[in-house]
């Protein structure tokens, strides 16, 4: 995410995992896939292609896809075209990510008419959320395989595979362990930022959200293998990583909860930053704000989804807090953390909303002055108990308040930027930039975007920099001693 950047909350389409092995696969382990793929030739490795679509959590499930299918001696392909097996990691958070999907199996059609040895499989939210009743291009999909079908996704397309050329094989159970917890096979080039993800599924139920039945109830990865797993991200040249979870502040493993895993996991050697995403507000205690300010590598920002600023509004979407409790956190974290910066999720045009709530929302973003906001007008999600509520608010409506809203957003973060111009800041580099690979771009523990001219720092780099000039949302910085622009 790029910060200070208004938007519509839209799901993303992550690129696609080009892993390659780090070593040619040894002996098949007891129970592991030995046949070749699809009827190809014996001596042909069986390839996969992944496609991901939604959130950083996605991603980090992709890779971990990635990871079973390489132990299983199999290898990435370089496009879907050529690859044995294609696989679309889904998001079910908004309609759109549905139909976005379905558009893109469906284009496989022709394809798997002229390789009919070739399998198509869905997996993730919308295969979890959707199961048997998944349809997307006629007869494309071989393989429906839920969000707790990963480690056993190789069998599962094995046993697909031995039923020949018809029918849909689906798998969606519901598996209350499943926490990742087998070592994934990481990604063999350095990488500057990492994810890892801690805990998995949600117990909160807001009447919106579609995450509790696609994604279950909430579990956690026991600590010392999530402290293992940082260790491992270090030694492989990450010099951040982003903490993971559909409410990463719930995580709890017997008596580690989320402040004392911060504090675990700050104590990696080698790591210099740590983020975490996304929070529950009613979960967030004064321990995880004073560890922030206590630990070296946790970043002054938060992402604290407040949703509305309306408290009939937010009893309607099961939020759990009110207004006034919400604020007293973020006045807390300030007086603990000073300069913390917040980003938040907020929807406008929730059933029943009134002019009035509506304008609380604007009240509250001119109170909190987020350094960034997520906004998106209400849209239904078959399932949800929302669903359920009188929605009588014309989509025009809600349309204008949502403009209103990123109008008002795109002035504060502006405001926000604009005063961090001529301080100081330490930026973590994270690669080229995008508009000048000769240049490279980083990150202050803001989480304000910054670009470094040619030659000025490297990848993994920590450069205390000096903020010159913004463009948009991003700043131009220049090492402190260097002059100039």
């Known amino acids: 995410m790029s910060p200070i950047v208004p938007r519509t909350k839209e799901m993303r389409i992550l690129p696609q995992i080009p892993l390659a092995p780090r070593r040619e696969p040894g002996a098949a382990r007891p129970g592991s896939l030995t046949a070749p793929a699809m009827g190809s030739d014996p001596e042909h490795r069986r390839t996969f292609y992944l496609e991901t679509y939604g959130c950083e959590m996605n991603n980090y499930d992709s890779e971990y896809i990635a990871g079973r299918f390489l132990e299983e001696g199999w290898a990435p392909a370089p496009d879907p075209e050529s690859a044995d097996l294609v696989l679309f990691n889904t998001c079910s958070v908004r309609q759109a990510a549905e139909d976005r999907v379905r558009a893109r199996i469906g284009s496989f059609a022709g394809l798997k008419r002229e390789r009919p040895g070739m399998m198509v499989g869905v997996v993730g939210c919308m295969a979890q959320r959707l199961g048997q009743e998944l349809e997307a291009g006629r007869g494309v999909v071989d393989v429906v395989a839920g969000t707790d079908t990963y480690r056993d996704l190789p069998e599962i397309v094995a046993e697909r595979a031995s039923m020949g050329r018809r029918g849909k ?32 599924g949600c117990d909160k139920f807001c009447t919106f959200c579609i995450v509790p039945f696609t994604r279950g109830r909430e579990r ?24 993971l979870g559909q409410n990463v502040n719930s995580y709890r493993d017997g008596d580690t909860d989320f402040a004392q895993l911060l504090r675990k996991v700050s104590t990696v050697d080698g790591l210099e930053r740590v983020f975490f995403t996304s929070s529950y507000p009613r979960d967030m205690t004064a321990d995880v704000f004073r560890a922030i300010a ?7 920002a938060i992402h604290f989804p407040v949703q509305s600023g309306s408290d009939r509004v937010l009893r309607r979407m099961k939020r759990r807090h009110t207004v006034e409790w919400y604020l007293r956190r973020i006045d807390e974290a300030r007086a603990t953390v ?47 108990p929302a669903t359920k509520l009188p929605d009588d608010l014309p989509d025009e409506e809600k349309g204008r308040r949502l403009e209103e809203l990123i109008a008002l957003q795109r002035r504060i973060g502006r405001e926000i930027l604009e005063e961090q111009l001529g301080k100081t800041a330490e930026v973590l580099v994270e690669g080229p930039s995008s508009r000048d690979p000769r240049e490279t771009f980083g990150r202050t523990r ?40």
Do not use: N, W
């Not at 990742?180 to 805990?199: A, G, K, N």
């Not at 956690?220 to 951040?240: I, M, N, Y």
């Not at 206590?294 to 002054?300: H, M, N, Q, S």
């Not at 975007?449 to 220049?478: H, I, N, Q, Y």
């Open 169 to 200: 094989l689906v798998r969606t159970p519901v598996d209350a362990e499943h926490t990742y917890r087998i070592q994934r096979h990481l990604r063999p080039r350095e990488e500057v930022i990492s994810f890892l993800t801690i805990m998995q």
């Open 220 to 243: 956690s990865k026991p600590a010392d293998d999530v402290v293992a797993e940082a260790r491992t991200l270090v030694e492989r040249g990450a010099k951040q990583i982003t903490l």
């Open 294 to 300: 206590e630990c070296g590598p946790p970043l002054e």
């Open 338 to 384: 000073p300069g913390i910066q917040f980003s938040t999720d907020l929807i406008v045009g929730f059933p029943g909303e009134t002019e009035e709530e509506y304008r609380a929302t604007l009240e509250l973003v001119e109170r909190v002055r987020y350094a960034e906001c997520f906004m998106y007008r209400y849209s239904p999600r078959e399932g949800t």
């Open 446 to 485: 803001h989480r304000f975007m910054v670009v470094l001219p040619e030659g000025a720092a490297r990848p993994g780099d920590l450069v205390d920099v000096r903020l010159v000039e913004l463009k948009g949302s991003t700043f131009r910085g220049v090492p402190v001693g260097t002059g100039g622009k």
